[in-house]
T-cell receptor, first 113, second 112 residues
Framework: SQTIHQWPATLVQPVGSPLSLECTVE??????LYWYRQAAGRGLQLLFY??????ISSEVPQNLSASRPQDRQFILSSKKLLLSDSGFYLC????FGQGELAFFGQGTRLTVV | KQEVTQIPAALSVPEGENLVLNCSFT??????LQWFRQDPGKGLTSLLL?????REQTSGRLNASLDKSSGRSTLYIAASQPGDSATYLC???????????FGKGTSLLVTP
């Protein structure tokens, strides 16, 4: 069966520090991968998606970047965090073979102080 | 750009009631629509997936319908229970391999 792992679960980082959030998927190959952010009182906002290794599409300009070094690994990064980067970050995957049913990780609560 | 709206934003019902959550979207050219459940501080759990060619899907006490031409979907929860308390999110996928457009959710509280 397929599983998605996302870590860490919570993170408190000072302004200006770097960030690296990791997401891995097991039990499937060539998944579509996504990073979303959920800010308080707002809906889920798509940050990045990837349909293959090294292929990254960004939906909104921001202080973040994403990379997909392996087929089932998706990394969200920042060189210098801003206060506005605080939020709940969710990784997800889907595949055409499963009708694009989306599966989400448990999320990372990031607080920038 | 696809916009997804969910009504109501919050709902409180006594245990045992049947209830309907509404979702509307502006562009009827969709690939599929999903309903998710989110518990506080947790990730999303997929409840039902409706492909664009389908009109409804059922899972246990949940039934989701899709009227693509009018840009609407409803999630029907039968015989609600306190354990159903959560935020319910509707999301539309406009194309295969693309990301979901989410509504802001309906926060449901089922009281004993």
């Amino acid at each position: 069966s397929q599983t998605i792992h996302q870590w860490p679960a919570t993170l408190v980082q000072p302004v200006g520090s770097p960030l690296s959030l990791e997401c891995t998927v097991e039990g499937t190959s060539n998944p579509n991968l996504y990073w979303y952010r959920q800010a308080a009182g707002r809906g889920l906002q798509l940050l990045f998606y990837s349909v293959g290794i090294g292929q990254i599409s960004s939906e909104v300009p921001q202080n973040l970047s994403a990379s997909r070094p392996q087929d089932r690994q998706f990394i969200l990064s920042s060189k210098k965090l801003l206060l506005s980067d605080s939020g709940f970050y969710l990784c997800a995957w889907s595949s055409f073979g499963q009708g694009e049913l989306a599966f989400f990780g448990q999320g990372t609560r990031l607080t920038v102080v | 750009k696809q916009e997804v709206t969910q009504i109501p934003a919050a709902l409180s019902v006594p245990e045992g009631e049947n209830l309907v959550l509404n979702c509307s979207f502006t562009d009827s050219a969709i690939y599929n629509l999903q309903w998710f459940r989110q518990d506080p501080g947790k990730g999303l759990t997929s409840l039902l997936l409706i492909q664009s060619s389908q009109r409804e899907q059922t899972s246990g006490r949940l039934n989701a319908s899709l009227d693509k031409s009018s840009g609407r979907s409803t999630l029907y929860i039968a015989a609600s229970q306190p354990g159903d308390s959560a935020t319910y999110l509707c999301a539309v996928n406009s194309n295969s391999g693309y990301a979901l457009n989410f509504g802001k959710g309906t926060s449901l509280l089922v009281t004993p």
